[in-house]
């Protein structure tokens, strides 16, 4: 939708900015959605032999997957989009012109991939109401959203857009649809769960994108991106008790 409206607004070369932007992008739901792949037939089957507690264990360890994988990601491409953009790119006019709005839709698509988790819990008990519903107020509220937005402020003014529309989703409805369900969870998987790996992997990334000046060419702009990439996957996993616990567990297998 935002594709559409913005090729009716932008000028040829913006819009063109705007698709290189989205398409770098689009990696973070790309890297998240074998998870999904992965947990909805195990979250079904658990449910269908009333196994809760490990419905909500697997629900909660899984959010912790894609926080580490997408939410690194994430933190990465909106905390050194030029970097990025200019390694893969080489044209200067390019990055300047992309990096604002990679920016936003990195973390736009990095609340995204969080805010599909109630869909997981919806399929495994076989009643997607709440999706369909909040889908379609999603839907009514964000394309005049972005059409505004789009008009007064162009594709970063979209980007702007679809980064508050995802925040809110996963703030609001995520958390409603988390009280229907699952009565008192919302706000430990939002802590425990997700918060507790994004923001230290958050602080890395902003810290590490202060200290590691560019020097200017394509090579040591795409050296600057892996590390703080490296960096980032690593903050995550160690602030994951799940990675953690699977890394200990290595750890004692192999002294074994």
Same mark, same amino acid.
């Given at each position: 939708?935002?594709?559409?409206?913005?090729?009716?607004?932008?000028?040829?070369?913006?819009?063109?900015? @705007?698709?290189?932007?989205?398409?770098?992008?689009?990696?973070?739901?790309?890297?998240?959605?074998?998870?999904?792949? *992965?947990?909805?037939?195990?979250?079904?089957?658990? +449910?269908?032999?009333?196994?809760?507690?490990?419905? $909500?264990?697997?629900?909660? &360890?899984?959010?912790?997957?894609?926080? =580490?994988?997408?939410?690194?990601? *994430?933190?990465?491409?909106?905390?050194?989009?030029?970097?990025?953009? @200019?390694?893969?790119?080489?044209?200067?006019?390019?990055? &300047?012109?992309?990096?604002?709005?990679? $920016?936003?839709?990195?973390? !736009?698509?990095?609340?995204?991939?969080? !805010?599909? @988790?109630? %869909? %997981?819990? &919806?399929?495994?008990?076989?009643?997607? $109401? %709440?999706?369909?519903?909040?889908?379609?107020?999603?839907?009514? =509220?964000?394309?005049?959203?972005?059409? &505004?937005?789009?008009?007064?402020?162009?594709?970063?003014?979209?980007?702007?857009?679809?980064?508050?529309?995802?925040?809110?989703?996963?703030?609001?409805?995520?958390? %409603?649809?988390?009280?229907? #369900?699952?009565?008192?969870?919302?706000?430990?998987?939002?802590?425990?769960?997700?918060?507790?790996?994004?923001?230290?992997?958050?602080? =890395?990334?902003?810290?590490? /994108? #202060?200290?590691?000046? /560019?020097?200017?060419?394509?090579?040591?702009?795409?050296?600057? /991106?892996?590390?703080?990439?490296?960096?980032?996957?690593? *903050?995550?996993?160690?602030?994951?008790?799940?990675?953690?616990? +699977? *890394?200990?567990?290595? @750890?004692?297998?192999?002294?074994?």
């Amino acid at each position: 939708t935002d594709k559409l409206i913005l090729s009716g607004i932008l000028p040829l070369a913006d819009y063109g900015y @705007f698709t290189l932007a989205v398409l770098a992008a689009s990696v973070i739901t790309v890297v998240s959605a074998p998870i999904s792949t *992965a947990l909805m037939p195990r979250m079904a089957r658990l +449910h269908a032999e009333g196994r809760h507690d490990e419905v $909500r264990r697997l629900y909660g &360890q899984s959010a912790q997957l894609v926080s =580490v994988i997408a939410g690194s990601l *994430a933190v990465t491409l909106a905390v050194c989009p030029e970097s990025l953009l @200019f390694a893969w790119s080489g044209d200067r006019e390019v990055t &300047q012109a992309a990096a604002p709005i990679l $920016r936003l839709y990195a973390v !736009g698509n990095g609340l995204l991939a969080l !805010g599909a @988790f109630p %869909y %997981y819990l &919806q399929y495994a008990r076989g009643d997607l $109401r %709440y999706h369909l519903i909040g889908n379609v107020v999603l839907a009514l =509220v964000l394309v005049p959203a972005i059409a &505004q937005a789009a008009v007064l402020a162009g594709a970063v003014g979209a980007g702007w857009a679809w980064v508050a529309m995802n925040a809110a989703y996963l703030l609001l409805w995520v958390g %409603y649809v988390h009280s229907r #369900l699952e009565p008192g969870l919302h706000g430990r998987w939002l802590a425990n769960d997700v918060l507790a790996v994004v923001l230290p992997t958050l602080i =890395v990334g902003l810290m590490l /994108s #202060l200290l590691l000046t /560019s020097s200017g060419g394509r090579l040591s702009e795409a050296g600057r /991106s892996l590390i703080i990439a490296l960096a980032c996957l690593l *903050a995550a996993a160690l602030a994951s008790p799940l990675m953690r616990s +699977h *890394a200990l567990r290595a @750890f004692r297998s192999s002294r074994a």
